[in-house]
């Protein structure tokens, strides 16, 4: 029997790449304000910026878009994706958002007040701007291991639950709920254990709190759950996908992951005070509640990817790209995050530039020098994405400087990664040629997005 896992599916359809020279790339950079995110999409060769929206979409979904009902109210679109997510997660009410954030922004509306503080295993950059835009504060607890990129633990995104506990005792009136995100974007892609997760929520309901979780990959968790996790190999992805939902008294989701769609989320919750505002608030900023901002095509499209991102054939090659590419890149002597997560590679960007300071931005500095040698576009989650500009002119930095490459869902082959990985590896031969960044504009919430900077 061939051990190599290939591709679960075929290609129908074929978009061309257009490619550039590093002259070209030089001046795109420049003009893009040394910010790739800036780019544009068509500059770019492999686009490893985010796996969120970014992938290919099903013959069946496909299918499913030409019978989406565009009815304001009540379209029947909405009652199929309904009955998806109560099968998969048990929650009473089902609140569809055009996207994560908007589901986040709401549940801070409604959940949380001015000095409230949520912990989390990792709040990702969306989440705590929300949160902290309502006037809260995102406490991250995560397992040491989590904060060492290449220390080998299977389940790195874990809550500390020492910590959790602690938190709950000082400062328990302060705190709403707590939350987990699955998997742990902002720490590797990596996953939580099952344990881990009936122990969060053991500890919380002892203090009284419930329990919300981001939910954007929770299939690759449950997959990681099944490979790694003792006793739990027997059971199907889905079973153990149904048990991390009821652990929880509701959840977050940015469909566009795990749910295999261009757009789309949703907030599913059990509270019925909780329930009554959000959809108030959901009329009031996204769309009545049988659509919350989507048009019917996409709660078809949702309703669909939702169960083939539970395919474990599907998973299975999904968590193993990231695993192949991670192994490319350890053999070329790259530092990154391991183990790997399931959607993407994590560089460890002070590990690769050693030369270049905290006030250099080395996360951010790799991600330039990524496009400029190879028009490869990834993402920093670094001290420009997590540090913090502070009313002194002072700033301060985070532990990790990492660039991620997020892999868009059943779009790219073998021999893009393959690419990618010979140009990574080239390119650490010339590291101490990178040169760092200093920021010239930023703004005060998600400056990753748009700020402006020079070379330091």
Not at 21 to 27: D, K, L, M
Not at 365 to 390: D, K, P, T, W
Not at 416 to 441: M, N, Q, S, W
């Amino acid at each position: 029997m061939p051990r190599t896992i290939i591709e679960p599916f075929r290609i129908k359809s074929v978009e061309p790449i257009r490619m550039t020279t590093p002259e070209e790339r030089a001046t795109l950079l420049e003009e893009a304000r040394l910010n790739v995110f800036k780019l544009k999409a068509d500059d770019v060769l492999l686009d490893f910026l985010t796996d969120s929206g970014t992938g290919a979409m099903s013959a069946k979904q496909w299918g499913a878009i030409m019978e989406g009902d565009e009815s304001y109210a009540g379209a029947n679109s909405f009652f199929r994706l309904e009955a998806v997510l109560k099968d998969l997660t048990g929650y009473k009410h089902i609140i569809p958002t055009h996207q994560g954030r908007a589901a986040e922004r709401i549940l801070f509306s409604v959940a949380t007040k001015k000095g409230d503080i949520v912990p989390n295993n990792t709040h990702f950059d969306t989440t705590r701007a929300n949160l902290e835009y309502a006037g809260g504060e995102g406490v991250d607890l995560v397992i040491p291991e989590g904060l060492q990129p290449k220390t080998r633990h299977p389940f790195k995104g874990n809550m500390d639950l020492g910590k959790l506990e602690d938190l709950l005792k000082r400062e328990g009136h302060r705190i709403p709920f707590g939350m987990m995100t699955l998997t742990n974007n902002s720490g590797g892609g990596q996953p939580v254990s099952l344990a881990n997760l009936r122990a969060t929520s053991a500890l919380l309901k002892k203090y009284g709190k419930p329990l919300v979780l981001d939910v954007c990959r929770f299939a690759e968790n449950a997959m990681f759950i099944k490979m790694r996790e003792e006793g739990q190999q027997h059971r199907s992805v889905k079973e153990i996908a149904q048990e991390i939902f009821s652990l929880a008294d509701g959840c977050t989701m940015s469909a566009k992951k795990d749910g295999l769609v261009n757009i789309g989320g949703f907030l599913a919750l059990n509270d019925e005070t909780w329930v009554e505002a959000a959809k108030n608030m959901l009329i009031l900023t996204e769309g009545f509640p049988t659509y919350g901002g989507l048009a019917g095509r996409d709660l078809n499209a949702l309703a669909v990817g939702l169960e083939e991102g539970l395919h474990e054939d599907y998973l299975r090659y999904r968590l193993r790209t990231a695993e192949y590419m991670g192994e490319k890149l350890l053999a070329g002597g790259v530092s990154i995050v391991e183990p790997t997560g399931g959607h993407a590679v994590y560089i460890d960007a002070k590990a690769f530039l050693p030369h270049l300071k905290p006030e250099d931005y080395p996360a951010w500095s790799l991600c330039n020098a990524l496009y400029l040698e190879a028009g490869i576009r990834g993402v920093e989650i670094g001290s420009v994405m997590f540090g913090r500009h502070l009313d002194d002119g002072s700033e301060t930095y985070h532990a990790m400087e990492l660039v991620r490459l997020a892999f868009p869902r059943r779009m790219y082959t073998q021999s893009h990664f393959d690419y990618a990985a010979e140009a990574i590896c080239e390119l650490k031969a010339k590291a101490p040629t990178v040169r760092g960044v200093r920021i010239v504009k930023q703004s005060r919430y998600l400056r990753h997005f748009t700020a402006e900077m020079r070379w330091a």
